[in-house]
């Protein structure tokens, strides 16, 4: 099997990880948390490429989200008008 290096935290797993391309969930989590927080920026325009080749699956975007709303550090209702 192949290995591969964590973005996050460096350690290098299995290529085959459910969290791939990181080594675990607490990585992925906090990546995602990188991208809600602004550290990470995107830094060119989005084209029409990039939306046919998604890099994420949009059911490991879903679970994610689900996680962070389930230990409350998201509010899943914080867009909603009182």
Known sequence: ???????SCQKVTEETSKFKPFCSKRCREADLLG???GEYVISRPITEED???PQIDVRD??????NLFS??????Y???ED
């Open 1 to 7: 099997m192949q290995k591969i290096q964590c973005p």
């Open 35 to 37: 991208w809600l927080n």
């Open 51 to 53: 939306l046919e080749n």
């Open 61 to 66: 975007r879903e679970q994610v989200l689900q």
């Open 71 to 76: 230990v409350g550090q998201i509010d899943p």
């Open 78 to 80: 914080s867009n909603l």
